[in-house]
């Protein structure tokens, strides 16, 4: 069984850009593309990925986006500049994503969690996402519990360690979490290995 708090949060601070942290707020398929984004690339290119992919495409219906020809949006994430370092797999990627929102949740993504009967199933759902692993999963579990309230059965367990994007709550949180991550990528550079 799924909780859900009756407050929700009109932006998540991600990205600094009001109206890119609102629909991240108000639109569950803009969370999770931006999510799938956030690889490889700053944290706040990636969650502003959505509002840019809608002005591009004209939409963030799943199932338009699903329909849409394969190089109509490898072409819409290729555009100037480019949504993201590697264009062609993200574009690949959330094409994916969509379908699975639309063809198994009604286009309905905030049915991944919602419907969830607890942290378990939550974490399977969120793993049938093309992009979405073991990390992420459990990034997008401390999220919903702590922006959204929305905390299946066992997601104490689930939550991720800090630091994650599932403590920012705010522009100073969120500058900790960009500090955080830099300095996590100098020590993975002087050591020769990524973060």
Same mark, same amino acid.
């Given at each position: 069984m799924t909780t859900m708090s009756p407050t929700l949060p009109v932006s998540l601070p991600y990205t %600094?850009?009001? @109206? #890119?942290?609102? !629909?991240?707020?108000?639109?569950?398929?803009?969370?999770?593309i931006g999510f799938i984004?956030? =690889? =490889?690339? /700053?944290?706040?290119? #990636?969650? *502003?990925?959505?509002? @840019?992919? +809608? +002005?591009?495409? $004209? /939409?963030? @219906?799943? *199932? #338009?986006l699903a329909a849409m020809d394969p190089a109509d949006m490898d072409a819409i994430f290729r555009r100037?500049?480019? !949504?993201?370092r590697f264009p062609g797999t993200m574009a690949v990627r959330v094409r994916g994503a969509c379908a699975i929102v639309a063809e198994q949740y009604g286009e309905d993504a905030s049915l991944i969690w919602t419907a969830a009967v607890d942290a378990s199933d939550l974490r399977r759902r969120l793993m049938?996402?093309? $992009?979405?692993? /073991? &990390?992420?999963?459990?990034d997008i579990t401390g999220v919903l519990a702590n922006a959204f309230g929305i905390r299946p059965n066992g997601w104490e367990l689930a939550m991720p360690a800090e630091p994650s994007l599932a403590y920012v709550d705010s522009p100073e949180t969120m500058a900790r979490y960009l500090?955080?991550? +830099?300095?996590?990528?100098?020590?993975? +550079? &002087?050591? %020769?290995?990524?973060p």
């Open positions: %600094g850009n009001a @109206e #890119a942290d609102a !629909l991240l707020a108000s639109d569950p398929l803009a969370l999770l984004l956030d =690889q =490889q690339i /700053t944290t706040i290119k #990636a969650f *502003g990925g959505p509002l @840019e992919l +809608r +002005r591009r495409a $004209g /939409t963030l @219906e799943p *199932g #338009a100037p500049s480019a !949504l993201h049938a996402i093309p $992009g979405i692993g /073991t &990390e992420k999963a459990a500090g955080y991550k +830099r300095a996590a990528k100098a020590v993975a +550079r &002087e050591a %020769g290995t990524t």
